[in-house]
């Protein structure tokens, strides 16, 4: 959705990989604020939004980082342009931080709004990936059969669209929320079926905490063995990414069930890493 008097640009930056363009958005960062806040200044809301938007792989990689200021403006821009679309695509991403940010009273507050805005605006996957944000914060404010049918449905809306990114991250939500259930026999499927939709451009990741899931699943099924093994493939995988934040999540898992130091030597490591980004 491009915003009117869009204008095709002389030149297109293009990107060798997912890397490059991530180290990219990475280097730009101050750039693109100053320029949303620009916009902002000069009347431009759907250039705002959209400027800030478009570093939405960024925000979910370095989700600690101090990205609620920008959202914010995000949102005051979407708002301010009445763009149900915008508004809902903003709540999504903004509650998805504040989550992760431990500030899940207000997360909760921000993404209830936003699986409506995107079936008034109709955004079928983008009311797919508010309903999967809006159950992960629901499962951690103890709501759990309330999570598990809005992750359900949220799958559902993607396979209804044929969107299997999208399928691919409400199965790894669904799964993590059937293990805190207590049903390691469905998280385990559902991880299984969510590895079969790869590989995808986010592959590292989200293969690190499908095969955690796992691991944690087997655990829990009385498999220690290749419990063991699964988290510790999914914390290599983690650390080889530089994905911090899963490393710690296996490792965590790791150390509750095996008294191997170098478990806790990588799990000390990753998190005075994630520690330091944050």
């Not at 809301?45 to 959209?50: C, G, I, L």
Request: charged share 30%; glycine share 6%; net charge negative.
């Amino acid at each position: 959705m491009l915003p009117d008097g869009y204008r095709e640009p002389a030149a297109v930056r293009d990107f060798a990989d997912r890397a490059e363009a991530m180290r990219w958005l990475a280097a730009e960062r101050e750039n693109l604020a100053l320029a949303a806040v620009a916009a902002r200044a000069a009347g431009l809301e759907d250039r705002t939004w959209r400027i800030i938007l478009l570093q939405w792989p960024q925000v979910v990689w370095r989700v600690r980082d101090n990205w609620a200021p920008l959202l914010e403006l995000a949102l005051e821009s979407a708002r301010a342009g009445k763009d149900a679309y915008a508004e809902s695509r903003v709540l999504t991403l903004l509650g998805w931080v504040l989550t992760e940010e431990g500030r899940t009273t207000e997360a909760v507050a921000v993404l209830e709004r936003s699986p409506v805005l995107a079936r008034e605006a109709g955004d079928p996957l983008g009311e797919a990936t508010a309903l999967i944000n809006l159950a992960v914060v629901q499962a951690e404010l103890g709501e759990l059969p309330t999570a598990l049918e809005n992750c359900t449905r949220a799958v559902e809306l993607c396979r209804e669209e044929g969107d299997r990114h999208t399928e691919m991250l409400g199965l790894q939500h669904l799964a993590r929320m059937q293990l805190t259930a207590h049903r390691p026999q469905e998280a385990l499927a559902c991880a299984r079926t969510a590895l079969d939709l790869g590989p995808e451009h986010e592959e590292a990741v989200r293969r690190s905490l499908l095969l955690a899931v796992c691991g944690e699943a087997r655990i829990a099924l009385g498999e220690e063995e290749d419990g063991i093994r699964l988290l510790d493939r999914a914390a290599r995988e983690a650390e080889q990414a530089g994905y911090d934040d899963g490393a710690v999540r296996a490792l965590e898992a790791l150390v509750r069930v095996s008294a191997r130091t170098e478990y806790r030597r990588r799990y000390d490591e990753a998190l005075r890493r994630l520690t330091d980004e944050g």
